[in-house]
């Protein structure tokens, strides 16, 4: 079981975690993923880790309630339990010095990039920073991508806040203006990427996306988030997470992520309906950890008493 | 020992190989609930009756693991359940489940005396009734443990060949942690056979048994990426690691239209069935695909396409087919599995091959093309090679295809551990009798060395690396 330390909301329906997960905390690189699993009945859904913090052991995680199993965690708080992590999964991103890098994140997609934006600042490129979401309430971690970024720029849809318009009228932009970008790495919706793509590509700019695929183990054993990339087919949880926008079909990878939209709205419907039924699973799992931890320290406790004994 | 039965050879031969009572046919195939029902205490008693007891036990020396058969019957016939549960875990750490899914016509029942004269002792069934006797009991026919000897051994993956390995050497007194990737323990036996064959609380009571017996488990821990072996043996102190991490990744056909949805690896498909439970949802949260009232087909022909099959089936598929490219002859699966689904409804479309899938405008899986075969000529495999019949191609309608055709080894271990060789394949490469690697200290053996096969094999496996492992402990460095 893994404990929340930790929960900070970001923006409307979406939340960030620190959650206590030494061993991934120990091993997290840029890019990687964790699947996550929530209590007994729960489905297995993947997370892009935000950031790790080794001394602590802990792992930061931004979920947007989108369907059941993030509306549900993010109704969790501090000292709640979430029954199964495992990571750190995927490739990490391949950091070097391109030059200059744009790095876009729509919406949460932010902070999914983020690691990877300060790993690139740290490995020598000029990083310029994009975030943009349809409105205010949905942008996320403005100042940390600022942080990590030698230019930033916000963009709305609605104009509610930074400047009124798409990331990918920024892209533009910033290429009009006539500077020199070396790679450009988009991560967020679909349909934004791929926009992003359309519009590196008459560029000829190298372009990395992050697909967020359908998973259930995440380690190459189902398949189920093959992707085409080219003529062949890759997975996105061993081959990827992050690919080269290049070789990817958009059209295949909506197409597949639509797979269960029925049954996902079906579960996020019941759930809303009775949610009583999920928070009684993640309450009944938190007294199983507060018990075993209590136990752990009695026990811990008198392994103390016994080597002072020993020692008196 | 002296025999524990009344009988003379010529009177145990009289008595017919008693029948396994199942649930009905058409029944199970709307539900979950395991086919085979285990036989009672009675009918075992007289099953047993009909082992010769053979000086030379050719039975024994056909199991992977060699659990002492003529033994154990004896001890069924001495009405003695937990001593034979005893005899049998010295030598199989999972007895319920092996009981269930071994394919014993082609292991010790295929080797059995009596099956040259018509048919062999059904060493499974009573293997099952045994290890189901000593649960229902609660009693542990627990084998002796070794005083401890302070070295530490680090199982990677916890399937059979792992469970075996981790029974085994918690056996010889060495401390034992198994490390598992998924959420639950047990790999293929709980991911990849169905409930209907093998209940997992079946697979939770023999890990509840290794618990008992002193096993560590870890579960959420992908080796390779969690932690790496270097890691488990420098940094946290592991003297011997043994690696048993099954089959990988699902093949493909490598045939257009493979992205449409609708189209499932077989590990998907059962994974979100078995592991998942998504036969349950909405109860459980992950789903899968409504079979309900559709036409659902499944190309292959082993063990894992029958049980593909015929979950579809469960689910509450119109109908549910085998497209295989060869004959019913050739088919790997398990002969018991073929005929239940066939008393079950499941179709069998032998030698065709699927070319192509067709989509409709928004990517479901509308239809399949397949060309009709021919049995050729030998192939490396010393079966007649399936060559496709000239203009034999044929469309048919279908909602869902689940492609069994095998998997490829997957590369997460290997990749972050460079010192440890693999084959051209990327199949781990081991010593023949010892199951070691060439990186000193580690271990393999089940899938990830030989590539899929069956579970015996995996244990069987599993036993070899514990004993190389303890002689390695015990004698060559330390």
Same mark, same amino acid.
């Given at each position: 079981?893994?404990?929340?330390?930790?929960?900070?909301?970001?923006?409307?329906?979406?939340?960030?975690?620190?959650?206590?997960?030494?061993?991934? +905390?120990?091993?997290?690189?840029?890019?990687?993923?964790?699947?996550?699993?929530?209590?007994?009945?729960?489905?297995?859904?993947?997370?892009?880790?935000?950031?790790?913090?080794?001394?602590?052991?802990?792992?930061?995680?931004?979920?947007?309630?989108?369907?059941?199993?993030?509306?549900?965690?993010?109704?969790?708080?501090?000292?709640?339990?979430?029954?199964?992590?495992?990571?750190?999964?995927?490739?990490?991103?391949?950091?070097?010095?391109?030059?200059?890098?744009?790095?876009?994140?729509?919406?949460?997609?932010?902070?999914?990039?983020?690691?990877?934006?300060?790993?690139?600042?740290?490995?020598?490129?000029?990083?310029?920073?994009?975030?943009?979401?349809?409105?205010?309430?949905?942008?996320?971690?403005?100042?940390?991508?600022? +942080?990590?970024?030698?230019?930033?720029?916000?963009?709305?849809?609605?104009?509610?806040?930074?400047?009124?318009?798409?990331?990918?009228?920024?892209?533009?932009?910033?290429?009009?203006?006539?500077?020199?970008?070396?790679?450009?790495?988009?991560?967020?919706?679909?349909?934004?990427?791929?926009?992003?793509?359309?519009?590196?590509?008459?560029?000829?700019?190298?372009?990395?996306?992050?697909?967020?695929?359908?998973?259930?183990?995440?380690?190459?054993?189902?398949?189920?988030?093959?992707?085409?990339?080219?003529?062949?087919?890759?997975?996105?949880?061993?081959?990827?997470?992050?690919?080269?926008?290049?070789?990817?079909?958009?059209?295949?990878?909506?197409?597949?992520?639509?797979?269960?939209?029925?049954?996902?709205?079906?579960?996020?419907?019941?759930?809303?309906?009775?949610?009583?039924?999920?928070?009684?699973?993640?309450?009944?799992?938190?007294?199983?950890?507060? +018990?075993?931890?209590?136990?752990?320290?009695?026990?811990?406790?008198?392994?103390?008493?016994?080597?002072?004994?020993?020692? +008196? | 020992?002296?025999?524990?039965?009344?009988?003379?050879?010529?009177?145990?031969?009289?008595?017919?190989?008693?029948?396994?009572?199942?649930?009905?046919?058409?029944?199970?195939?709307?539900?979950?609930?395991?086919?085979?029902?285990?036989?009672?205490?009675?009918?075992?008693?007289?099953?047993?009756?009909?082992?010769?007891?053979?000086?030379?036990?050719?039975?024994?020396?056909?199991?992977?693991?060699?659990?002492?058969?003529?033994?154990?019957?004896?001890?069924?016939?001495?009405?003695?359940?937990?001593?034979?549960?005893?005899?049998?875990?010295?030598?199989?750490?999972?007895?319920?489940?092996?009981?269930?899914?071994?394919?014993?016509?082609?292991?010790?029942?295929?080797?059995?005396?009596?099956?040259?004269?018509?048919?062999?002792?059904?060493?499974?069934?009573?293997?099952?009734?045994?290890?189901?006797?000593?649960?229902?009991?609660?009693?542990?026919?627990?084998?002796?443990?070794?005083?401890?000897?302070?070295?530490?051994?680090?199982?990677?993956?916890?399937?059979?060949?792992?469970?075996?390995?981790?029974?085994?050497?918690?056996?010889?007194?060495?401390?034992?942690?198994?490390?598992?990737?998924?959420?639950?323990?047990?790999?293929?036996?709980?991911?990849?056979?169905?409930?209907?064959?093998?209940?997992?609380?079946?697979?939770?009571?023999?890990?509840?048994?290794?618990?008992?017996?002193?096993?560590?488990?870890?579960?959420?821990?992908?080796?390779?990426?969690?932690?790496?072996?270097?890691?488990?043996?420098?940094?946290?102190?592991?003297?011997?690691?043994?690696?048993?991490?099954?089959?990988?990744?699902?093949?493909?056909?490598?045939?257009?239209?493979?992205?449409?949805?609708?189209?499932?690896?077989?590990?998907?498909?059962?994974?979100?069935?078995?592991?998942?439970?998504?036969?349950?949802?909405?109860?459980?949260?992950?789903?899968?695909?409504?079979?309900?009232?559709?036409?659902?087909?499944?190309?292959?022909?082993?063990?894992?396409?029958?049980?593909?099959?015929?979950?579809?089936?469960?689910?509450?598929?119109?109908?549910?087919?085998?497209?295989?490219?060869?004959?019913?002859?050739?088919?790997?699966?398990?002969?018991?599995?073929?005929?239940?689904?066939?008393?079950?409804?499941?179709?069998?479309?032998?030698?065709?091959?699927?070319?192509?899938?067709?989509?409709?405008?928004?990517?479901?899986?509308?239809?399949?093309?397949?060309?009709?075969?021919?049995?050729?000529?030998?192939?490396?495999?010393?079966?007649?090679?399936?060559?496709?019949?000239?203009?034999?191609?044929?469309?048919?309608?279908?909602?869902?295809?689940?492609?069994?055709?095998?998997?490829?080894?997957?590369?997460?271990?290997?990749?972050?551990?460079?010192?440890?060789?693999?084959?051209?394949?990327?199949?781990?490469?081991?010593?023949?009798?010892?199951?070691?690697?060439?990186?000193?200290?580690?271990?393999?053996?089940?899938?990830?060395?030989?590539?899929?096969?069956?579970?015996?094999?995996?244990?069987?496996?599993?036993?070899?690396?514990?004993?190389?492992?303890?002689?390695?402990?015990?004698?060559?460095?330390?």
């Amino acid at each position: 079981m893994f404990r929340i330390l930790r929960t900070r909301a970001l923006g409307r329906n979406i939340k960030l975690f620190e959650i206590e997960a030494p061993r991934i +905390a120990h091993k997290q690189k840029p890019g990687q993923f964790v699947i996550l699993r929530l209590h007994d009945r729960g489905e297995r859904i993947p997370l892009t880790i935000e950031g790790s913090d080794p001394k602590k052991g802990s792992i930061t995680l931004v979920v947007q309630s989108i369907g059941k199993t993030t509306s549900l965690m993010n109704s969790l708080e501090a000292g709640d339990v979430v029954l199964d992590v495992v990571g750190p999964l995927g490739k990490p991103s391949e950091i070097r010095n391109y030059g200059t890098a744009v790095v876009i994140g729509g919406s949460v997609g932010t902070a999914v990039a983020l690691p990877t934006a300060r790993a690139l600042k740290e490995a020598g490129n000029r990083v310029i920073g994009i975030t943009g979401s349809r409105s205010k309430d949905l942008l996320v971690l403005e100042d940390e991508l600022r +942080a990590v970024s030698h230019e930033t720029f916000v963009m709305t849809d609605d104009g509610s806040y930074g400047e009124q318009g798409l990331v990918t009228k920024k892209l533009q932009e910033l290429i009009d203006s006539g500077l020199k970008i070396d790679l450009v790495l988009a991560i967020g919706p679909v349909p934004m990427m791929r926009a992003v793509w359309n519009v590196a590509r008459t560029h000829g700019i190298k372009t990395l996306v992050s697909l967020n695929s359908i998973m259930v183990d995440g380690t190459g054993m189902c398949g189920g988030c093959r992707v085409l990339a080219g003529d062949k087919s890759k997975f996105a949880c061993v081959d990827g997470p992050e690919f080269d926008a290049a070789e990817i079909n958009f059209d295949v990878l909506i197409q597949r992520n639509n797979m269960y939209r029925g049954d996902e709205k079906r579960s996020l419907d019941k759930f809303l309906a009775n949610p009583e039924e999920d928070l009684k699973l993640m309450r009944d799992l938190r007294s199983r950890a507060d +018990a075993e931890r209590c136990q752990l320290e009695t026990l811990e406790a008198a392994a103390k008493r016994e080597v002072s004994d020993a020692v +008196a | 020992m002296p025999s524990h039965n009344p009988l003379a050879n010529r009177d145990r031969m009289k008595i017919q190989r008693q029948h396994m009572p199942e649930q009905d046919a058409v029944e199970r195939g709307h539900n979950f609930k395991e086919v085979n029902l285990g036989l009672p205490e009675e009918v075992a008693k007289i099953e047993a009756q009909r082992c010769l007891a053979c000086e030379k036990t050719t039975c024994i020396t056909a199991c992977p693991v060699g659990v002492k058969i003529k033994d154990f019957v004896d001890l069924v016939l001495a009405g003695d359940y937990i001593g034979a549960a005893r005899k049998i875990r010295e030598d199989n750490s999972l007895p319920a489940v092996t009981g269930r899914v071994c394919p014993q016509e082609d292991q010790c029942e295929g080797k059995c005396v009596l099956a040259k004269k018509g048919s062999s002792l059904a060493i499974g069934y009573l293997e099952r009734f045994v290890a189901d006797y000593e649960q229902s009991t609660g009693q542990l026919g627990m084998p002796a443990i070794a005083p401890a000897t302070g070295k530490k051994v680090a199982i990677v993956g916890s399937g059979p060949a792992g469970l075996s390995c981790a029974g085994d050497l918690i056996q010889k007194g060495h401390k034992v942690r198994v490390f598992e990737a998924l959420h639950e323990i047990g790999g293929v036996l709980i991911y990849g056979i169905p409930e209907f064959r093998l209940p997992k609380e079946i697979v939770r009571q023999e890990v509840d048994n290794l618990r008992q017996m002193g096993v560590e488990f870890e579960t959420n821990v992908v080796v390779g990426k969690t932690v790496t072996i270097d890691e488990l043996m420098q940094e946290e102190g592991y003297d011997a690691v043994f690696l048993a991490t099954g089959a990988g990744l699902p093949q493909f056909l490598g045939i257009a239209g493979e992205h449409l949805n609708g189209v499932y690896s077989a590990n998907e498909f059962l994974t979100r069935v078995n592991l998942m439970r998504a036969y349950q949802f909405p109860e459980y949260d992950e789903p899968v695909y409504d079979c309900r009232g559709k036409d659902v087909i499944v190309v292959g022909g082993g063990n894992t396409a029958l049980d593909a099959v015929r979950t579809a089936l469960r689910l509450g598929a119109r109908s549910a087919s085998i497209f295989y490219r060869r004959t019913e002859a050739e088919m790997p699966a398990r002969k018991e599995e073929v005929a239940h689904a066939k008393a079950e409804g499941v179709q069998f479309h032998f030698l065709v091959n699927p070319l192509a899938f067709e989509g409709d405008e928004k990517g479901w899986l509308k239809s399949v093309t397949c060309s009709r075969m021919e049995l050729g000529e030998m192939d490396a495999s010393g079966r007649r090679r399936p060559v496709p019949v000239q203009g034999s191609e044929f469309e048919t309608a279908v909602s869902l295809a689940i492609i069994a055709v095998g998997t490829t080894a997957n590369p997460l271990v290997q990749s972050t551990t460079p010192d440890l060789a693999t084959n051209k394949r990327g199949y781990i490469v081991t010593d023949a009798d010892s199951q070691k690697t060439s990186k000193r200290g580690v271990f393999a053996g089940g899938d990830i060395v030989t590539g899929a096969a069956t579970v015996i094999l995996a244990m069987g496996a599993g036993r070899n690396g514990a004993k190389a492992i303890h002689d390695y402990l015990t004698t060559d460095v330390f």
